[in-house]
T-cell receptor
Framework: DAGVIQSPRHEVTEMGQEVTLRCKPI?????LFWYRQTMMRGLELLIY????????DSGMPEDRFSAKMPNASFSTLKIQPSEPRDSAVYFC?????????????FGDGTRLSIL | KQEVTQIPAALSVPEGENLVLNCSFT??????LQWFRQDPGKGLTSLLL?????REQTSGRLNASLDKSSGRSTLYIAASQPGDSATYLC????????FGAGTRLTVKP
């Protein structure tokens, strides 16, 4: 059974460039979450979707960040323009049937470095 | 605002020891609490999830307890092995999921 799949695993790009991170949730899961992990702030929830609809994006740091979920099997997190302080590991997670009762399953993350 | 704290930040034990990792949270109004394991360069692997109405959950050598009224959870690892070496994070779930900073565990052969 395939888990949550994220791509790319590593991304190095120059400041000002557009960055797109991709996520494929576990088939059948109806919740999808994007997190960011840094040494200073730990794991932070950026945004989550239910049935492809964004529910809470209050964790998105700035307007430079945007996320979409065009269908049940794909989501993107975009940063435009990127800045060095965006360097972090970005995780995608999915769960089935509602946050309160079901565990979240994480992908291996995308390690993003902005030079 | 929910604050989640994990103590200790790092722990080193010899193989075979039983150990306890601690997690505390400031707002007891939670849906559940989840313990994760994170290996270097990897995502999080869910270990145990305790619903707010439960007191503990067990999986193999792992036992997690939850005391909502005091805002505490513990993860007990029995007979530790070198393969248990990883960072362990707890997360409380209500309006969003709040993570602790983790405890980095090293089990020495």
């Amino acid at each position: 059974d395939a888990g949550v799949i994220q791509s790319p695993r590593h991304e190095v790009t120059e400041m000002g460039q557009e960055v797109t991170l991709r996520c494929k949730p576990i088939s059948g899961h109806d919740y999808l979450f994007w997190y960011r992990q840094t040494m200073m702030r730990g794991l932070e929830l950026l945004i989550y979707f239910n049935n492809n609809v964004p529910i809470d994006d209050s964790g998105m740091p700035e307007d430079r960040f945007s996320a979409k979920m065009p269908n049940a099997s794909f989501s993107t997190l975009k940063i435009q323009p990127s800045e060095p302080r965006d360097s972090a590991v970005y995780f995608c997670a999915s769960s089935l049937g509602g946050r309160p009762n079901q565990p979240q399953h994480f992908g291996d993350g995308t390690r993003l470095s902005i030079l | 605002k929910q604050e989640v704290t994990q103590i200790p930040a790092a722990l080193s034990v010899p193989e075979g020891e039983n150990l306890v990792l601690n997690c505390s949270f400031t707002d007891s109004a939670i849906y559940n609490l989840q313990w994760f394991r994170q290996d270097p360069g990897k995502g999080l692997t869910s270990l145990l999830l305790i619903q707010s109405s439960q007191r503990e959950q067990t999986s193999g050598r792992l036992n997690a307890s939850l005391d909502k009224s005091s805002g505490r959870s513990t993860l007990y690892i029995a007979a530790s092995q070198p393969g248990d070496s990883a960072t362990y994070l707890c997360a409380v779930n209500r309006d969003d999921m709040r993570f602790g900073a983790g405890t980095r565990l090293t089990v020495k052969p």
